[in-house]
């Protein structure tokens, strides 16, 4: 990690440069692997058969297999791939929801990179996740108190940062409310009282709140219907264009990919299978799967 | 003393459990330290954790005073004190100042307590954080982690629905720094009782299976944000009906006799020093009249 990305982690927000060859990443993972069982000698051979993700000695499911990304400042990346690939689970790992099995995660806002973040203090990833991360879960109730208000909800990653102003929160909450398109008459209401596409907005409203240079989005868009889902992408790259915020986007729907990412990693059974640019992989897929997956789009 | 029972009722390895509970609690100013709450012949839910702490400390020589809201003539209080006195046979009274143990159900006294008196407080929900997260695994490790999000968040959706926060009793606090702590459903006004105080005050939850404790002089900060601090309860103009007390936690209730309003003293036993104090000092300047 050098000065100038720190400094230029500090002035964020700024305009988004499409140059990103030689910055340096603001999140760098490595060798990261999630396993669900104790393992074998059989299965710990990074180069195993297994059965899908399934160990056939011992039954281990391993679900995040040896993964490595980086993400550059303002960019985002795409990951795609089949249910149960282990998309979701890679991003609890990343956003600290699940201890992984190995790994390394560099996250320069925090250290400047210095520090394998999968190792640090509990309380020193509690800062991470509530001050550099942002998280949009696929599920809504994972990601807001249902029973609180909208209000409350984007609050809490700022409480959670240690503003203790209230006046300071609620017009933050307000000013995010009204950019994800939520009236303010309902900015009382709980997101249990939502349609699943404005809880899906509130869930980035909160997300954003601290504006953190580093947002994770897991399907955000499945399931809402097509116009409600423009909407939201809309949001999502003008984060990008406005903000500078970098972006992991997980989603198994290759239009979403195609309209987002700037790069893209397609993951079989917890393994990268492939990884380049977006066109790269619509245009020309090299491996079976993604040829598959990129065919049964067209 | 009814014989065919155990001093203080409960046995003595029972007891040892439950200091050694009280002993971590105090050691670790609110930290609520998980005990095995015993059956006790009152309903859980009614001061059984209070109970358990009264009788794990009480000795032969102490004076028992036993309040419900203030008042020492409720039922749960007199039975309290009834079982305490049958099953010890120790002195009871209800005057605070002569007093070295002092079992309490949602008030602390209003003559302050001294170094000699122990306060115990009947809890009915321990854990402050509980309607921010259900189990009590996660809350272990919020604590663990000193995350007091959950309980902020707490007080800041009540701003937002109401413009103000709205606990009426057991205003979290944070003890010494470090543990955000309910302080049983004490009023507002009775959580400055708890800073700096001269007296040890253990917390006892029979249901919830808990005990917690604030050493004398710890620092007790209610919860409250920059832009809106804690606040009491106010009793602007208001004043005992009975002893003309102000400053001092009042309830309301309605004369009989008039069917007016009135405001009374919360705490019975000051109000009868006052009244009485109040008729003698009557009776000697009428003396001096003579």
């Known amino acids: 990690m050098t000065d100038a990305s720190a400094t230029v982690q ?96 560099r996250v320069a806002a925090f250290d400047g990179g ?28 994972l990601g807001l108190r249902m029973n609180f208000s909208s209000l409350s909800n984007i609050a809490e990653k700022q409480i959670a940062a240690g503003v203790r102003n209230v006046h300071q929160m609620v017009d933050r909450g307000e000013e995010l409310l009204e950019r994800v398109k939520i009236p303010l008459r309902r900015k009382q209401d709980p997101p249990r009282a939502f349609s699943g596409g404005m809880q899906q907005r509130v869930q980035i409203a909160k997300a954003l709140s601290n504006e953190p240079p580093v947002l994770f989005l897991d399907e955000v868009t499945t399931g809402l219907d097509l116009s409600v889902q423009a909407r939201v992408l809309d949001l999502i790259l003008s984060l990008r264009r406005d903000l500078g915020v970098s972006m992991v986007v997980v989603s198994h729907d290759l239009g979403v990919i195609r309209l987002l990412a700037d790069r893209t990693i397609v993951m079989l059974d917890g393994q990268v299978i492939e990884h380049g640019l977006t066109d790269q992989i619509m245009q020309d897929p090299q491996h079976a799967y993604t040829q598959e997956l990129v065919y049964s789009l067209l | 003393m009814r014989k065919n029972y155990n001093f203080a009722f409960l046995d003595e390895g029972s007891k040892r459990e439950i200091r050694r509970a009280i002993l971590k609690g105090v050691a ?40 419900d809201q203030g008042s020492d003539a409720s039922v749960n209080a007199v039975s309290i004190r009834g079982l305490v006195r049958e099953t010890t046979g120790v002195e009871t009274t209800t005057a605070t100042q002569e007093a070295t143990l002092i079992q309490s159900r949602h008030r602390i006294p209003e003559r302050p307590l001294t170094r000699d008196q122990l306060l115990v407080l009947q809890v009915p929900t321990p854990e402050p954080l509980r309607t921010y997260e259900a189990r009590e695994t996660v809350t272990k490790r919020l604590h663990a982690e000193a995350e007091y999000t959950g309980a902020y968040l707490e007080l800041f959706e009540q701003i937002v629905r109401y413009g103000t926060t709205t606990t009426g009793a057991d205003h979290p606090v944070m003890v010494e720094g470090r543990y955000v702590m309910a302080p049983s459903p004490i009023p507002r006004y009775d959580n400055a009782k708890l800073d700096m105080a001269e007296n040890l005050t253990l917390l006892g939850a029979g249901r919830e299976k808990k005990i917690y404790a604030v050493p004398p002089y710890t620092h007790v900060e209610s919860l409250a944000f920059d832009d809106y601090p804690f606040v009491t309860e106010e009793f602007e103009g208001a004043h005992c009906h009975r002893c003309g007390a102000t400053g001092v936690y009042l309830t309301q209730t309605v004369d009989p006799a008039t069917g007016e309003q009135i405001w009374m003293c919360s705490d019975t036993d000051y109000c009868d020093q006052r009244v009485e104090a109040a008729s003698s000092a009557s009776a000697a300047k009428g003396g001096d009249a003579r």
């Open chain 2, 28 to 67: 670790i100013p609110g930290y609520q330290v998980p005990f095995a709450s015993r059956e006790m012949p009152i309903g859980r839910g009614w001061g059984t954790g209070g109970l358990q702490l009264t009788l794990s400390c009480i000795g032969p020589d102490d004076t028992l005073k036993v309040i």
């Open chain 1, 10 to 105: 500090a002035t964020l927000p700024r305009p988004v440069t499409h140059t990103y060859v030689d910055d340096a990443p603001v999140l760098k993972v490595t060798g990261l692997s999630k396993r669900f069982g104790a393992g074998c000698s059989y299965c710990s051979d990074p180069e195993a058969k297994l059965e899908r993700n399934i160990c056939p000695v011992c039954g281990t499911v391993h679900a995040v297999r040896n993964v490595s990304l980086e993400v550059h400042p303002g960019e985002i990346l795409g990951i795609v791939g089949e249910s149960g690939s282990g998309k979701s689970t890679l991003m609890q790992c990343l956003y600290f929801d699940q201890d992984p099995t190995e790994g390394d995660m």
């Open chain 1, 114 to 141: 210095a520090e394998n973040c999968f190792l640090v203090s509990r309380q020193q990833q509690r800062y991470i996740r509530d001050r550099i991360f942002g998280m949009v879960y696929q599920n809504p109730y």
